[in-house]
Structure formats: structure tokens, C-alpha cells
């Protein structure tokens, strides 16, 4: 097996994004529409008789869990969710705690705010481009029960489709966060960045569906192990994330099921996975299964090349073939034959004048 832990570990570092305490500008963002939100609520309910909404932010999506990939297309992704004190059963239409946040944001940045069905998005441009994006989900509470629910729909959806959804994003944060520990917890993290990376790299087609981010951080709380091996030159046990990913990536593909579809005569794959907190909803459910076909396919393509390059004796030809997987960032070492050839034309002549 061609040893290509380290070339793992460096393509890791390149791709990995810092969290908001080792990322200045990003954490100045969220900071600034935390404040301007905070302010803005201050100044629209200054006059009302039931005083200003308390609203509690916290961190989601990958800064929360220190799990983020620097973005291939350069449009960094951040969620902050909005907890408001307030009871779901006082607003019927739960856009409305969102149109307070469009409101305040309007002006802020060249893009107007967006009201999305999840969240509302706030998007930094530059030269025409997005830079930085900030999507803001909204909670609220309920009298009958101890749950937060987020604010569903769009501004002008109809009513059926505006609603409140059952949701435990801080549970969330602490499952993924609990599930490992130590140097397991290390490598879990870079096997879901490469995996991840993986993503950005083989779903570039508008055909294909990305998979979620989330599902395969999920994924990886379920179904990955951590893998070491003894090393007899160095006399430690060591981490070998080549191992641990094809297995991980083997127990991922087995996760899907295979069904013939008669209208389109050919075998389609599909796969269920179960968010572990409140709504526990299918994290694939937006997926066609014609998507998750792509997916499937490419997983085995991925899983092939993984085994291919475990059973490479050359760190440089298994290094080189997981490029195609993985994008540019991953370091191929010298081949063979250039070191060898170095080494030649360095070395000094057995013979003197």
C-alpha cells in the first residue's frame, strides 16, 4: 500500500476553512448583521407596548461544528440562526418574524435580501459576484411544548406552503459535535472535508443534484470508523485516513437500496437517511432518484479509485489518480523514476582524475 498519509493530511490543511475565531472576515459579517438585526429590532419596536422581541443568535451549519471546506466557487456560506421569544401561536403566518429581518437588512449590501423557504439570505457581492452569503433561519417557541419550530415559506407562498416546522438546530450542533472524540474526533473531521471536497469536485454538472452537506455529515456520524494501524518503521500506531475513508465510502454505498423502475426500465438507487433530531425528516428527501443515482455512481467510482490507490505500491501513481476526485489541491509527490534520477546526477563519481 503506497503511504500517502501525509499527502491526506496536507491536501486536509488546504482545504480546510478556519472557524469564525480563526476567520476574521467572516466572523466580522456575522457580527455586523447580528448587530444591525439587533439594533434595527430595537428601533422598530421602541414604541410598542409589548416591548422588543429578545432574539438569541447561534452559529449553525459547518462553522458551528468546525467541519467547512474553503467553497470551490469562492462563495462562503454562513448560518446564523435568529431564536426569537415568541410563542409560534401569535403568528400565524411565520413569515412574518423573517419580513422583520428583510426589512432590516434592505440596503445593507448591493444584492437585496431574499426570503428563501428555510431562511433569509443576505449575499455580499463583489464586482457582480457573491463573496460571502449569510442565511438566516428564524425559530420561534411554543406555549404547548418545550420544541423550537422554524419559520417556513416564502414571502408571497401560499398559506398551505407557509408554516411552522418542528426543529432542534442547537441539538444538532451537539450530536455532530459529541460523536467523537480525541484524534478519532481529528480524523472523522478530515474525512468528511475530503469527502465533502469530493463533492464539489464530481458534481459540477447542472444535470446532477449536489448531495447535502449535511447528509454527509450525518452520514459520517453513522457510518464512519476510525482507522489506525500499527507502524513498524515508526513503532506507533498511526491514523490511515486512505482506510478509513474507502470504508466509510463503502458502508455509505450500502446505505442505498436498488429498485427497478418500470417506467423508465432500467434499475434506480436510493437512499434514506434519518436526521437524528427534531423533525427527523429523510435528509435526501429533495433528491430525485435519478439524482441519487448520480450519486450512487459516483460514490462507486470514488470507492474504486480508492482501492486502487490503497493497492499502488507508488505513492505518486495513487496520488495522481485521486486527483481526478479530489481536484488540484491534492499533492502528488515525485514519481519513482524522477527521485531516482535526482539522486543520480547529484551523486559523485566513484572515479577521480
Keep these: 500500500m503506497a503511504q500517502i498519509q501525509k499527502q491526506f493530511e496536507d491536501f486536509h490543511d488546504e482545504i480546510k476553512l478556519k472557524r469564525f475565531d480563526e476567520n476574521a472576515t467572516l466572523r466580522e459579517k456575522r457580527d455586523i ?16 407596548e409589548n416591548g422588543v422581541p429578545s432574539v438569541e443568535f447561534i452559529d449553525q451549519g459547518s462553522y458551528a461544528v468546525d467541519l467547512g471546506i474553503i467553497p470551490e466557487d469562492g462563495d462562503y456560506d454562513i448560518d446564523e440562526g435568529a431564536i426569537f421569544d415568541l410563542y409560534i401561536e401569535d403568528y400565524s403566518d411565520p ?42 433561519p428564524v425559530y420561534a417557541k411554543s406555549k404547548n411544548d418545550s ?33 467523537f472524540s480525541g484524534d478519532d474526533k481529528k480524523q472523522f473531521k478530515r474525512i468528511v472535508r ?9 458534481f459540477k454538472s447542472s444535470r446532477n443534484s449536489r448531495p447535502p452537506s449535511v447528509g454527509i455529515t450525518i452520514a459520517a456520524c453513522e457510518m464512519f470508523n476510525p482507522h489506525t494501524e500499527y507502524n513498524s ?14 470504508n466509510f465510502v463503502w458502508n455509505l454505498k450500502n446505505k442505498f437500496t436498488c429498485e427497478w423502475d418500470s417506467e423508465r426500465e432500467e434499475y434506480l438507487y436510493s437512499i434514506y437517511l434519518e436526521l437524528p433530531v427534531t423533525p427527523k425528516k429523510d435528509i435526501f428527501s429533495k433528491m430525485s432518484k435519478l439524482q441519487m443515482t448520480d450519486f450512487y455512481n459516483e460514490l462507486d467510482e470514488l470507492y474504486d479509485a480508492l482501492v486502487k490507490a490503497e493497492a499502488d505500491s507508488d505513492p505518486h501513481t495513487a496520488c495522481k489518480l485521486l486527483v481526478d476526485y479530489f481536484g488540484s489541491k491534492f499533492p502528488v ?11 543520480k546526477s547529484n551523486s559523485p563519481s566513484s572515479f577521480s582524475a
Design 333 to 343: 509527490p515525485e514519481a519513482k523514476e524522477s527521485r531516482y534520477q535526482v539522486g
Design 33 to 48: 448583521i447580528i448587530k444591525k438585526i439587533e439594533d434595527g429590532l430595537d428601533d422598530k419596536f421602541k414604541d410598542d
Design 95 to 136: 413569515t412574518e418574524l423573517k419580513k422583520w429581518i428583510k426589512e432590516i437588512m434592505e440596503g445593507h449590501t448591493l444584492t437585496p435580501p431574499k426570503i428563501k423557504n428555510p431562511c433569509v439570505t443576505i449575499t455580499y457581492s463583489q464586482d457582480e459576484e457573491p463573496i460571502y452569503h449569510v442565511d438566516i
Design 147 to 179: 420544541e423550537l419550530y422554524i419559520a417556513w415559506g416564502k414571502e408571497h407562498s401560499n398559506n398551505e406552503n407557509k408554516y411552522w416546522d418542528p426543529a432542534d438546530p442547537k441539538g444538532l450542533n451537539e450530536h455532530i459535535k459529541n460523536r
Design 233 to 246: 518503521l515508526s513503532g506507533k500506531t498511526e491514523y490511515v485516513d486512505l482506510k478509513a475513508l474507502k
Design 194 to 202: 475530503y469527502l465533502k471536497k469530493w463533492k464539489d469536485v464530481c
